[in-house]
């Protein structure tokens, strides 16, 4: 379901947005290997202990963890220039917290542990790139968990139509209502809901299977509501 949107519609700024440079993702690649994945194949299940990591360098990976139940909570979803699984290259006793999923055809270049402890050590350029992915991550998972925990279903729906669905830099998807319900921590039947109210208030405008964004700066006082 991508938007329609202009340029005000992309102030409101989500911090997993920092990804690796391409100097940085094409000096990992030298010493990793190539892998192409089909739409929907599985990188990682969660429980894993691989170490190697993942560079995503075309199309885009669902990260999301699952109840029994069978009920999903999308976690993120990483784009080209983000990296897979970097924790693990580090953390003893690492079990991997979520399955990665290709959303589309996805290519990534796998990098052994190994070499990225090697280019820690020799490459400061590398190692601060790192950081500043995992600091990222850390900051983006820290408010996702309060956005899940003490937002409102309205409100968690209008800040992920003004990053997931309108920031730059990202692989251009098509979102169902049971997506963005995986997304925001809701169901079908609620985003629906939540989008008509929305749609009916001029905020948005739901054009089948297009939203587009009319009123970003009400949505960003929505979103920090």
Avoid: C
Avoid at 50 to 56: F, S, W
Avoid at 64 to 77: C, D, K, M, N, V
Avoid at 87 to 99: L, S, Y
């Amino acid at each position: 379901m991508p938007p329609k949107h202009g340029p005000e519609a992309t102030q409101f700024r989500d911090p997993q947005r920092t990804r690796l440079s391409p100097g940085v993702v094409e000096a990992l690649s030298q010493s990793g290997y190539v892998r192409d994945h089909r739409p929907g194949s599985i990188l990682m299940l969660e429980g894993d202990t691989v170490t190697d990591v993942h560079l995503v360098l075309q199309g885009a990976v669902r990260v999301f963890r699952a109840s029994p139940e069978g009920r999903e909570q999308t976690l993120i979803y990483l784009h080209p220039g983000d990296a897979l699984n970097l924790p693990g290259a580090f953390a003893p006793d690492w079990r991997v917290p979520a399955t990665a999923q290709a959303v589309g055809s996805v290519r990534t270049v796998v990098v052994p542990a190994r070499v990225l402890h090697g280019a820690v050590r020799s490459r400061p350029v590398i190692a601060a790139e790192l950081l500043s992915l995992l600091a990222a991550r850390v900051h983006y998972l820290s408010t996702l968990a309060y956005d899940l925990g003490l937002l409102s279903v309205r409100a968690r729906m209008a800040k992920f139509l003004l990053t997931e669905l309108a920031s730059p830099g990202t692989t251009p998807m098509r979102w169902t209502h049971a997506d963005i319900g995986s997304r925001i921590g809701s169901v079908r039947v609620v985003v629906s809901r939540t989008l008509s109210a929305m749609a009916a208030e001029g905020l948005i405008r739901l054009d089948r299977h297009r939203i587009e964004i009319l009123d970003a700066a009400a949505l960003e006082r929505i979103a920090d509501s």
